[in-house]
Each structure stands twice: as structure tokens, then as C-alpha cells.
Nanobody
Framework: QVQLVESGGGLVQTGDSLRLSCVFSGRRTFSDYGMGWFRQASGKEREVVATISRTGSNSGYVDSVKGRFTISRDNRKKTLYLQMNRVKPEDTAVYYC???????????????????WGQGTQVTVSS
């Protein structure tokens, strides 16, 4: 069983920075899991934002956030992060972290690959 708890969301202005955190708990080691951040805006489908491999050595981003967002993880603290810089109104969404028990040190951009999800944290960017 895995539990994921996100935090760090809030109301910010265009151009601001924000850091989301996701704390992992479970019977297995955090580093056994590939991790990802996903988001869902009101009235839209959930989309991938960024994902990261078990060790953190590999990561992938959706084009719309490349150069602005950075995904990282601290396996000792069992925590996943998303540093969001130069945010835009179109970044407004509920942000979810997700975990996928994975054999290889790779990242996976497909939401269908992830078995465990957090409850989400709301990020609202005002113009």
C-alpha cells in the first residue's frame, strides 16, 4: 500500500514561483518507484507534467513546462518535488503526484502506468 500526500499549492500571480511537494509512505522503499506529476484543469482531461526515474537521473517534461518547471526527488526524505517558475494562468489546475513500482531506472510519461495517486493540490495562477 502506498500513500502520497501533496502540498504547496496556492494562489499565485503570473511570473511567480511555487514548489510542490509529495511525501511518500509505504511498505516498499521510495526508490523502488518511478514518480510523476500530473495536472487536471477544470473541464479538461488529466495531463502529464513531468516524470522522474527511481534514482532521479532521468526525467521528462511536457513541452508546455520545459524550461520553467523542474521535477526532483529526495529518496532519503521520501519526497517528490515540482519547482514551478514563471507560472502562467494556463498552469492553473489540480496537481497530483503518482507512483509506479518500476524495475528499471527510467521515466514514464503515461498516466496509465501509475498505480497510486495523491489527493491533489490546487494551483491557481492569476493574470
Amino acid at each position: 500500500q502506498v500513500q502520497l500526500v501533496e502540498s504547496g499549492g496556492g494562489l499565485v500571480q503570473t511570473g511567480d514561483s511555487l514548489r510542490l511537494s509529495c511525501v511518500f509512505s509505504g511498505r516498499r522503499t521510495f526508490s523502488d518507484y518511478g514518480m510523476g506529476w500530473f495536472r487536471q484543469a477544470s473541464g479538461k482531461e488529466r495531463e502529464v507534467v513531468a516524470t522522474i526515474s527511481r534514482t532521479g537521473s532521468n526525467s521528462g517534461y511536457v513541452d508546455s513546462v520545459k524550461g520553467r518547471f523542474t521535477i526532483s526527488r529526495d529518496n532519503r526524505k521520501k519526497t517528490l518535488y515540482l519547482q514551478m517558475n514563471r507560472v502562467k494562468p494556463e498552469d492553473t489546475a489540480v496537481y497530483y503526484c503518482a507512483a509506479d513500482l518500476r524495475q528499471w531506472d527510467s521515466y514514464d510519461m503515461r498516466s496509465s502506468s501509475y498505480d497510486w495517486w495523491g489527493q491533489g493540490t490546487q494551483v491557481t495562477v492569476s493574470s
